[in-house]
């Protein structure tokens, strides 16, 4: 921390980096002008690989410049393919010194869950901006602490719902608000894939946040939120095994309904044995549906007048990242600041104890 402070105060002295307020929005320190900023990712697995790495090699305002990663072999392919710097690689151990390091300016938190928390701190406290991969933490305790941690260190923590970021998915949390088919309802959602994990994996195992709810179960709570623009009450929740020797000790199906104000109800499923992929708007004049929801392409859907919502192609990840760098550049809040993986993680805490109370009424 005291390499932190001191490392802030020359950023500031040096005028690498300015800090600027704006009303409403707390200052941030905003890279030195530069054509894009850069990105570390910190974990190599499956979705920087194969998503966010490829995605940061379209996007128009940050580049991947940096990689943070436990597996020594790993590094000579990412240096390769991406071009990558050997000052700007670093392990889990020496990740708090890239505060040394102006070339990277956002570090991406692609961890297991249980390291969300643990490593976004690492990065704010680094100077860095934070982008942290859904869900944002084990709980809503966590949660504030990142929040907490990217506040003091003056910097912009975002998480990683790349659907809020989504043109068709937009379009229908535009008819919420503007009700253009009367109030809302009721909301059905559920995600889900039919999934084979190899023992040991950390998607099964609770102490790392392993589970459906976690992984899968946040795109329909996370939907039933952004269609709503509303905060649920209370909620109830089940939570079943089928397969309990690969799942010995996490859900790998839950369902949960969530009870808005003005009695609006959200009935949401997810799984981990099952593919499932929609969302359906109810309202009082009509309905809208988007299937699939949560893919990372063609999301696309309909509504009850006809309206046809076309299949988005673009990138998303690509989009995302560009969207968030800009809301640093600019100073603005970003698309999905930490407040709102906090506000999801409060839900989940409600749904593992409704599911712990044989589905009990859980007010939030
Ligand atoms: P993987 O298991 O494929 O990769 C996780 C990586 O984390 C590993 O490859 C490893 O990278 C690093 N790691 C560090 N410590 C551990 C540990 N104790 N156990 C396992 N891995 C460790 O996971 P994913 O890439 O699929 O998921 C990572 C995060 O991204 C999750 O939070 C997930 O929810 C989120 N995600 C989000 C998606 C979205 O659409 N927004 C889609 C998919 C995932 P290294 O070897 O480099 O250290």
Redesign the pocket.
């Known amino acids: 921390m005291a390499d932190f402070i001191s490392r802030r105060s020359f950023l500031i002295r040096s005028g690498s980096a300015i800090a600027v307020s704006s009303f409403g929005f707390p200052s941030i320190i905003i890279p030195r002008k530069k054509e894009k900023l850069g990105v570390a990712l910190v974990?190599?697995?499956?979705?920087?690989?194969n998503?966010l790495a490829p995605g940061l090699l379209q996007t128009r305002h940050c580049e991947l410049r940096g990689?943070?990663?436990?597996?020594p072999e790993?590094i000579p392919v990412w240096q390769e393919r991406y071009g990558i710097a050997d000052r700007n690689v670093y392990n889990?151990e020496t990740m708090h010194t890239l505060a040394d390091n102006d070339e990277i300016d956002i570090v991406y938190i692609?961890?297991?869950?249980h390291?969300?928390a643990k490593y976004s701190i690492i990065g704010a406290e680094a100077g860095k901006h934070v982008w942290c991969?859904?869900?944002m933490a084990m709980n809503a305790e966590e949660c504030l602490t990142m929040i907490d941690a990217a506040e003091k260190n003056r910097v912009q923590l975002t998480v990683?719902?790349?659907m809020q970021h989504e043109p068709n998915t937009k379009t229908i949390i535009r008819y919420g608000a503007e009700q253009k088919f009367g109030r809302i309802k009721e909301i059905e959602s559920a995600g889900g894939f039919n999934g084979n994990f190899p023992e040991g994996?950390?998607?099964t195992i609770a102490a790392?946040?392993g589970g459906a709810m976690?992984?899968m179960g946040v795109y329909p709570l996370n939907a039933a939120r952004y269609s709503t623009g509303l905060e649920p009450v209370a909620v109830r929740a089940t939570q079943h095994t089928d397969r309990p020797e690969m799942f010995p000790d996490v859900d790998e199906h839950t369902n949960f309904e969530l009870e808005f104000p003005g009695g609006i109800v959200a009935r949401c499923e997810t799984s981990f044995g099952k593919n499932m992929n929609h969302l359906h708007v109810s309202c009082t004049d009509g309905w809208y549906r988007l299937e699939p929801f949560l893919s990372?392409t063609d999301v696309q859907g309909e509504a009850s007048d006809g309206t046809q919502l076309p299949p988005d192609t673009a990138h998303q990840q690509a989009r995302q990242m560009d969207n968030d760098t800009l809301a640093i550049i600019e100073n603005k809040p970003p698309v999905v600041p930490g407040e709102e993986g906090l506000a999801d993680m409060r839900v989940v805490d409600a749904i593992f104890k409704s599911a712990s109370e044989n589905g009990r009424r859980v007010e939030i």
Do not use: A, M
């Open positions: 974990g190599l697995g499956n979705y920087s690989t998503q990689i943070v990663t436990g597996s790993k889990y692609v961890l297991p869950n390291l969300h991969e859904k869900p990683g719902y790349r994996n950390w998607r790392k946040g976690f992984d990372y």
